[in-house]
């Protein structure tokens, strides 16, 4: 069983950063991949970016590339999503999530443990 907890969320202007952590407990963190996801107002669940085991391999949704980078450090047992540049339809609710296989992923549903979520709100 993986609990991972998300933080960093909060108020920001449009042009703004913002650095999301998720930390994971366990000692397998090393072995999954990871995946952040974010959910608006009546919009449904989307993904954001997603990163192997290693860190060696990432993907972004095309409306976040070149403004967001997901990272991650195994020996704090934490992955990152930094933010810049952002926008007012950036607004969301933002979850981390845990897949066993250790590949980075695009489906949410073949992730197998979330976070409870971080609200980020961006300002115009």
């Known amino acids: 069983q993986v609990q991972l907890i998300e933080s960093g969320g909060g108020l920001v202007q449009a042009g703004g950063s913002l650095r999301l952590s998720c930390a994971a407990s366990g000692r397998t963190f090393s072995r999954y991949g990871m995946g952040w996801f974010r959910q608006a107002p009546g919009k449904e669940r989307e993904f954001v970016a997603t990163?192997?085991?290693?860190?060696?391999?990432?993907y972004y949704a095309d409306s976040v590339k070149g403004r967001f980078t997901i990272s991650r450090d195994n020996a704090k047992n934490t992955v990152y999503l930094q933010m810049n540049s952002l926008k007012p339809e950036d607004t969301a609710v933002y979850y981390c999530?845990?897949?066993?296989?250790?590949?980075?992923?695009?489906?949410?549903?073949?992730?197998?443990?979330w976070g409870q979520g971080t609200q980020v709100t961006v300002s115009s």
């Open positions: 990163i192997n085991w290693s860190g060696g391999s990432t």
């Open positions: 999530a845990a897949e066993r296989t250790g590949n980075y992923r695009i489906n949410q549903y073949g992730y197998d443990y």
